[in-house]
Nanobody, 126 residues
Framework: ALQLTESGGGSVQAGGSLRLSCVVSGFPYIRYCMGWFRQAPGKQREAVAIIDVDGESTYTDSVKGRFTISSDTKKNSIDAIYLQMNDLKPDDTAIYYC?????????????????WGRGTQVTVSS
């Protein structure tokens, strides 16, 4: 079975940086689109950034200019994704999840992603 394993979360002060990683293992090996999502206490899970196998990326407005998603790809599959987070703000505090889909198209809707990691906590203090 396909497994996603996140790492890199932690606690930082506002203005600080963190880099999240998500490594893919298992089968199926063709992954068209992957993304980072987050969920803060009492809020719905939301997309942060997504990237397809061609490297095309999309960001939610609140992180544009501060976060960068990147990926390692091989033979039309994504093996890992990363999220470089700079100028972190207290509102960025959440559990960050890595997700993947084999379906065509790359959307910002969590429901379109059948594969999920367990999440990593990011806490930003003011």
């Amino acid at each position: 079975a396909l497994q996603l394993t996140e790492s890199g979360g932690g606690s930082v002060q506002a203005g600080g940086s963190l880099r999240l990683s998500c490594v893919v293992s298992g089968f199926p090996y063709i992954r068209y689109c992957m993304g980072w999502f987050r969920q803060a206490p009492g809020k719905q899970r939301e997309a942060v950034a997504i990237i397809d196998v061609d490297g095309e990326s999309t960001y939610t407005d609140s992180v544009k200019g501060r976060f960068t998603i990147s990926s390692d790809t091989k033979k039309n599959s994504i093996d890992a994704i990363y999220l470089q987070m700079n100028d972190l703000k207290p509102d960025d505090t959440a559990i960050y999840y890595c997700a993947a889909t084999r379906g065509a198209g790359c959307s910002m809707a969590p429901a379109d992603f059948p594969y999920w990691g367990r999440g990593t906590q990011v806490t930003v203090s003011s």
